[in-house]
């Protein structure tokens, strides 16, 4: 569930942009796009309760998150933070799929290496391999596509049409445009000059 | 009004600076006559006191001064409270002026904690109760004054100074506590400020004048700053313009 | 939430990163050997500011080990996903700081005989010692906490940690060292005990809440 009511985000009590207002229904993939700085990531991150400052109003349950940082303990192996992540969640993993979850991202090899020797690459697949397991519904994402080779951003692109096709929703931040069938664009407009 | 109303106006800082001039200019009337006479009473007509002679009246200056500083933490962490539950911005402008005269009135207690020591005492600083609470005071301030440099954000740094308020006043009597019972334990005969009661009338009176005095002091320079510190956070608005180019005419 | 999972995994951390507990300890060790060589108390005084010393080095190392205590996990991310997507971060909060405690505090109770020993302080008060530490510590850890969460954003959050952090550490070095002192001249030492007991009562009702409001400030920190 995902609904933005006249949002405006605050950075040092200045408003970032103009209000945006968005509903979103099952099976909605949203590219939100604007220039560098207009305040993208701040926006995801103030509707996963990362950032307090704002105006408006907005509802968002049952999302997951994906910052620009990996979100992955490097000391731990990909396996140990999937099943961590399902703790956190309060889901119960079991082994299949775990399993799976890494088969499907191709980490097969590499599911047992600690995070620190896996490359940007492969933990961002990881991150993928999280976003399947999670029982979230609403997808906040932050520049998917970085570090990501061709296979890796074909893959992007599967996991996001599926979920939209199972009825989640996708919110996502991107320079690059989504290759998603039936995705829909929030613009984000710099705000005016009197914004307070 | 009722206290509600009131505590709904306060949420608005253009009418804190509409009514507060008043308050502003009686604090500081209030302030200057107590102190003055205060002062002159502490100095000159109060009976000098049997065993330390004329160096004990530091403490018409010491006491006022310290209980002062310590209000002024408490009333930090008070504001901080209604920050965090209330969003009130005007607790973050309240936080804002207390700090500066807050650390000033504790050197000034520091200060004149020493300078009582060293005739009574013949040592310019002496660890005992009074002079630790002080100081672990003083490093209070300096710490919510050192976490404020570090953050630029306006509203991240007044919900960050309102935290380490809340947490630091709720530690405040347990530290008190703590350095008395090592005080008491250490020096058993010293002249402390818990013994008040057995002060004659002559002697206390002209220190509640003073310590009320130096409470309306603070209030005045307390309200004063917050006054300055509204017109500047909100100096992009209509009525601060119309404020300023309003008086740029009348001048 | 799965709070054994939780667990498991910041025991995982700690085996791993065995530095993080190590470091530490061994600042724990120098430091004593530094006070013990180069305190001008004489020999047959030790006893009397051995406590005093003895809380003082402790209070230190807890400096040290406090700086760690969020940095890896603000650093990878982690730590916002447990913010945003957490149940209770709360627990998850609490569950470190337990950690922490158990890596420091309470080792530093089992090796009280050892310190006192080399801190010159007599065997009757090697038992109130781990007492005063059992009951101490743990304030320590939890206001600790409060400190390293707020500075958590800044690279060289440090010297701002101590300044934060040891005003609200003075009470436990007071009556620490009190019980100490107590147990050393045969006197009954219930009452800095019970303090203690106390400020760690109060340290675990306030820390925990206030890390985590402090948490939230210091992620909006760019």
């Known amino acids: 569930m995902l609904n933005l009511s006249d949002l405006v985000c605050r950075r040092d009590e200045r408003q970032l942009f103009a209000p945006l207002s968005l509903h979103a229904e099952a099976g909605d993939c949203i590219e939100l796009r604007g220039p560098n700085g207009a305040g993208k990531t701040t926006l995801l991150r103030t509707l996963a309760g990362l950032h307090s400052q704002f105006d408006g109003a907005f509802a968002c349950a049952e999302f997951l998150f994906q910052g620009h940082r990996m979100g992955l303990d490097e000391l731990m192996t990909p396996i140990e933070n999937l099943r961590w992540y399902g703790d956190l969640e309060g889901v119960r993993l079991d082994d299949a799929a775990l399993r799976e979850a890494i088969g499907r991202v191709a980490m097969a090899r590499a599911a047992f290496n600690l995070c620190q020797r896996l490359s940007q690459g492969q933990q961002r697949r990881v991150c993928m391999a999280r976003w399947l397991l999670s029982s979230a519904s609403t997808w906040l994402l932050d520049e998917p596509y970085t570090s990501l080779d061709a296979d890796g951003q074909q893959l992007l692109n599967e996991l996001l049409q599926l979920h939209c096709d199972k009825g989640g929703i996708v919110l996502a931040a991107t320079h690059t445009p989504l290759r998603i069938s039936n995705s829909r664009v929030l613009e984000i407009e710099p705000a005016g000059e009197d914004a307070r | 009004m009722g206290l509600k109303e009131f505590w709904h106006k306060l949420g608005s800082p253009r009418w804190f600076y509409q009514i507060s001039l008043p308050w502003v200019v009686g604090f500081g009337l209030a302030a200057l006559v107590l102190l003055a006479v205060g002062f002159v009473w502490a100095l000159a007509f109060a009976p000098p006191d049997y065993q330390q002679g004329n160096s004990f009246r530091i403490m018409y200056v010491h006491v006022p001064a310290a209980m002062a500083a310590q209000s002024l933490y408490i009333g930090m962490g008070v504001a901080g409270f209604v920050l965090f539950v209330w969003r009130m911005k005007l607790a973050d402008v309240f936080i804002t002026a207390c700090l500066p005269f807050g650390m000033l009135l504790t050197a000034l207690a520091l200060f004149s904690g020493g300078v009582w020591g060293r005739p009574t005492w013949g040592t310019w600083w002496e660890w005992d109760g009074r002079t630790v609470s002080t100081l672990v005071l003083l490093f209070l301030y300096i710490g919510i004054y050192a976490l404020r440099e570090a953050i630029v954000d306006t509203e991240l740094r007044g919900r960050a100074s309102a935290l380490v308020a809340m947490v630091g006043t709720i530690n405040i009597p347990v530290i008190k506590y703590s350095v008395e019972w090592w005080h008491t334990l250490h020096q058993p005969a010293s002249f402390t400020l818990t013994e008040k009661p057995s002060m004659p009338p002559e002697m206390w009176l002209p220190l509640l004048v003073m310590v009320i005095g130096m409470y309306c002091f603070a209030a005045h320079n307390v309200l004063s700053r917050m006054r300055m510190e509204i017109i500047e956070r909100e100096s992009g608005t209509q009525w601060v313009r119309a404020l300023v180019s309003g008086q740029r005419a009348a001048g | ?222």
């Not at chain 3, 003082?56 to 916002?80: Q, Y």
């Not at chain 3, 940690?161 to 100490?180: E, K, R, T």
């Open chain 3, 1 to 222: 939430m799965n709070l054994t999972g939780l667990l498991s995994r910041e025991w995982r951390a700690l085996v791993r990163n065995r530095g993080a507990v190590l470091n530490p300890m061994a600042f724990l060790f120098l430091a004593v050997m530094l006070f013990a060589v180069g305190s001008p108390v004489s020999d047959n005084e030790t006893a009397r500011y051995g406590g005093a010393m003895l809380w003082l080095i402790v209070l230190l190392t807890n400096m040290l080990s406090l700086d760690s205590l969020f940095r890896r996990d603000f650093d990878n991310g982690v730590l916002e996903q447990v913010l945003s997507t957490a149940q209770a971060p709360f627990m998850v909060v609490l569950i470190r700081v337990l950690v922490q405690w158990l890596g420091t505090g309470l080792l530093i109770t089992l090796l009280a005989p050892l310190l006192c020993l080399l801190l010159g302080l007599p065997s009757e008060a090697i038992f109130t010692s781990m007492l005063a530490l059992l009951l101490g510590t743990p304030a320590l850890s939890l206001l600790g906490a409060v400190g390293a969460a707020m500075t958590v954003g800044f690279s060289r959050g440090g010297i701002l940690l101590g300044l934060l952090v040891l005003p609200l550490f003075l009470p436990v070095l007071v009556f620490g060292a009190s019980a100490i002192n107590q147990a050393v001249l045969h006197m009954d030492a219930t009452a800095p005990l019970a303090w203690l007991a106390f400020i760690s009562m109060l340290a675990l009702s306030v820390g925990p809440l206030a890390a985590t409001l402090g948490l939230k400030i210091s992620l909006q920190l760019q």
